[in-house]
Each structure stands twice: as C-alpha cells, then as structure tokens.
C-alpha cells in the first residue's frame, strides 16, 4: 500500500494516496457557513463542487497549527522586550546608581528557561535558535563586567563596556529575535488535501502543515491502535474514528488516517479496524 506523509504539528499523518485527488496553497479564501464544528474552516469551490475543509490540526492536537505559531512569534517578541528592559535597567544603573536587579544568569531569565528546554522541530528555525546562545550569554555576563567596575569606582569603563556591547552583542541578539519571528512567519504555508471517495470526486479536505514524503508498505508494516498507547497518544472519540492504524519508521511513527470518518457518529463506540488490503479505506462511511 502506499501512503503519503503529512506533518500536522508536531505530529506525522498519512494518508493513502488512492484517497487523495489534489493538494494545493491554502489561501484563507473559504466560504464561512455555521457549523457546530471547531475543525471546521469552511467551503472551497474545487472542480466545481463545493467542498467543506476541516484543519487536521485542531482534530488531532486540539490546536490549530497556526495558533500554535502566533503564541510562538507573541513569545519571542515579549522575551525580546525583556532584554530591550534589561539593558535599559543597566544603563540606568551606570549613569543613575539605581540598583540593578535584573537576572545576570542567562539560564535565569524568562527567555534562558524557555531556551533552555524548547526542542525546535523545524530545521531552519532550530539553527536560528542556536545563534542565539552566544549573545544572550555575553549580553548577561556585561551586567557582572559593570557591576564590578562599578563597585571599583570606574564609571567611565563601566559606560564604554556598555557601549561597546550594545553596539555588537545586543544588536546581534535583537536581529535573531526577528529572524526567528520571519521564520516562523516564512514556514507557515499550509496546504488543502482534497481527498476523494471514488478517484475523481472531491469528498472533503484537510488542512495539514506540509507534505513530508511517501512510503509503500506490506501489512505487517502497519501496526494496530493499541500501539498508540507506547507512543503517547491521547485518543478522543473523534480522533479515533479517524485512526486506522500506525506506520513505523526507524524512530517515529505515522499516523494513518480515513478522511471519510470526519462524518461519522462518534457518539458510537465501537472498534475501528487495522488497515487492509481488502477492502480499501475508501469504502469507509
């Protein structure tokens, strides 16, 4: 069977490829209808039929992907305000002797704790993040090298370490925090998955983060729903409908999903089945 990956959060989806018809850019250009449903979107014209689109995210994460990347870019542009204020305080500490009471540990400080346990999942962003551990770490240790002069009575060397490193290492720093936030910004590109019941007609689509890649696999690849209580899954009723099992890479796990039980009864519990060849999801209800 082949199968094509999705990554919706920071989860792996996949999808047969027999019930997908077409990807394409999602634009936010959806009809709004009521609807009782959080997932969702709205309708999209696609070969001349109105489709309903649901976004993955919120099905499988309880979050949207993009919410998710907002609380990321509102994140880092507070912790960014905190070292515009934690320069600021020193300087009024230099020229005023006003005490100076802001974390001089870079692992103490709102940004330092979050840094230090944030495991980026997107490759271009963790590189961005990895610069940041020098100038944050630098900018720190200026508040120890003014203290001490300052304590010395040498206001003067105290004022020109401060310039100097306003000028180098916190322009540095404060030029990653936007180009994290670009990235962040830039990377968001999700896509619609129409998915199709017979081969031709557009059935519903599903809003994911990115294509990944495609696999072929034998049954004895595909692994049964028990197996998600290993990998940490927490399966809600809807969720599960949509489940039919997991595919395992070297050190990850695919979930594979049925596009066409988004419509089904989930007040119904009842054993949804493992993938098989015969027959095929789509004849799913």
């Known amino acids: 069977m082949d199968f094509i990956n999705f990554k919706v959060g920071q989860k792996t989806v996949a999808l047969k490829i027999l019930d997908i018809l077409l990807t394409e850019q999602y634009e936010e250009n ?40 907002n609380d990321l870019i509102a994140l880092l542009s507070a912790r960014e305000q905190d070292h515009v204020d934690w320069l600021r ?28 346990t944030y495991k980026p999942e997107n ?15 630098k900018l720190h240790e200026l508040a120890d090298e003014v203290l001490d002069m300052l304590k010395a009575g040498k206001q003067q060397d105290a004022k ?16 990653l925090f936007e180009s994290a936030r670009e990235q962040l910004t830039l990377d968001y ?40 209580v290993k990998v940490g899954f927490d399966v809600d009723a809807q969720t599960k409908k949509l489940m039919r099992g997991l595919i395992k890479h070297k050190q990850s796990h695919s979930l594979i999903l049925d596009p066409t039980a988004i419509f089904l009864d989930t007040s ?11 027959p095929p999801l789509d004849q799913a209800g």
């Open 123 to 137: 490759e271009e962003f963790a590189e961005i993040l990895a610069k940041f551990d020098d100038p944050h770490r």
């Open 89 to 116: 305080d020193l300087q009024l500490t230099i020229h005023e002797g006003v005490p100076f009471t802001k974390a001089r540990d870079p692992h103490k400080c709102a940004f330092g704790r979050w840094y230090d």
């Open 160 to 175: 020109d370490a401060y310039r100097r490193e306003e000028r180098s290492t916190y322009a540095r720093l404060i030029r």
């Open 268 to 278: 119904v519990d009842e054993e949804t089945p493992a993938v098989q060849d015969e």
């Open 30 to 69: 959806l009809t709004q209808l009521p609807n009782d449903r959080e997932s969702f979107l709205g309708i999209k014209d696609f070969m001349g039929k109105p489709v309903p689109i649901f976004d993955l995210g919120l099905i499988l994460n309880r979050v949207a992907t993009k919410d998710t990347n």
């Open 189 to 228: 590109k999700p896509i619609i998955v129409f998915t199709t019941k017979d081969g031709t007609t557009p059935s519903i689509g599903l809003l994911v983060d990115k294509v990944e890649d495609n696999v072929s696999v034998v049954e004895t690849d595909i692994q049964p729903l028990e197996e998600l």
